[in-house]
């Protein structure tokens, strides 16, 4: 008796006209495996200026310095041991200095909100920075963040927002001790705090777009190279007026410079709308390196 005959199996019509058969787009997301997750990842990404999802990164960050609370503390001291060593031991044979309404203050006074811009600079650089290329290089982290929902829009936000946050501890631990020792000389000193806020914003968007294109940690001496100089000659302990006039120029258009003199204005009662050209400075600079850091990991994660 012979077996029955086989029969090639017929290809699947296409379906009527007016149809189409299903994609990698008809997948649901919770039962598509990884390797096509990543696939499908450009669609759901882009370059915006993120939304939830940069909170749940914020909310990360945060669970995870629960642990290692004491390295998230440890830069709260260095700007506090240059105004001890510096502004109050210096200070003393220095003596009174010229500040930025002409009347002459105490040298530990023109320093110290010198160094309150300076720890919010630092503290959002640093996480801006080396943290941000070691997530992006080595950890794989902004792969795995962009294999959900999350858009590297939301990755820039909520990076920049946590580097935001750790330079306000800085600046808000340094703000208490300039109220203790009696450093402030207005009533607009409160608002010292939101600009030192707003130069970690500054700070931290063109600290994150400016890792995005570093390809090894060699390149971090450029970021050194940068602020560095900056601490050390925007006005941060002698006046403006000791450089030539070519040099002022140079220092006018330093972001620290802007930081220092918004708070210099805010502390020593020389609050005016002057200072709104520093605030714009600063509120751009962070926005420019926002949108920059989004494209950026667009393009380094997307492609």
């Given amino acids: ?21 299903p994609g990698l787009a008809d997948i649901p997301l919770r039962i598509m495996p990884l390797p096509l997750l990543r696939a499908r990842a450009p669609r759901l990404g882009g370059a915006g200026l993120g939304g939830r999802g940069s909170v749940h990164l914020i909310e990360r960050h945060a669970r995870a310095y629960r642990h290692s609370w004491v390295v998230l503390v440890s830069g709260i001291f260095e700007p506090l041991f ?5 502004g109050v031991g210096i ?38 920075t080396f943290n941000v290329f070691f997530r992006l290089k080595y950890a794989k982290f902004y792969d795995a963040a962009l294999a959900t929902p999350m ?16 330079g306000g501890l800085y600046a808000a631990a340094f703000m208490v001790v300039v109220l203790a020792m009696g450093l402030a000389h207005s009533a607009w000193a409160v608002a010292a705090l939101p600009a030192a806020l707003l130069i970690g914003f500054a700070f931290a968007g063109a600290g994150m777009a ?14 050194t190279l940068a602020t560095l100089p900056m601490f050390l000659f925007s006005t941060t302990f002698y006046p403006l007026s000791v450089y030539p006039r070519p040099i002022q120029i140079v ?12 708070i210099r204005g805010l502390t020593l009662g020389a609050a005016g709308p002057g200072l709104l050209w520093y605030a714009a400075y600063l509120a751009l600079m962070g926005l420019a390196g926002l949108y920059v850091a989004g494209r950026r990991i667009s393009r380094l994660l997307l492609r």
């Fill in 151 to 166: 858009r590297s829009g939301d990755i820039a936000l909520g990076e920049i927002g946590w580097a935001l946050i750790r």
């Fill in 82 to 86: 240059y105004l001890l060593s510096i």
């Fill in 210 to 223: 400016a890792t995005t294109f570093m390809r090894s940690w060699q390149h971090f001496e450029f970021v």
């Fill in 251 to 262: 220092v006018e258009c330093t972001p620290l410079y802007q930081g220092v003199s918004l």
């Fill in 1 to 21: 008796m012979s077996s029955p005959p086989t029969r090639s199996p017929t290809p699947r019509s296409p379906g009527p006209p007016g149809t189409r058969t």
């Fill in 91 to 128: 200070g003393a044979l220095v003596g009174k200095v010229s500040g930025p309404a002409g009347h002459l203050v105490g040298f530990t006074s023109f320093v110290a909100p010198a160094l309150l811009a300076t720890s919010a600079m630092n503290g959002a650089v640093f996480d801006s």
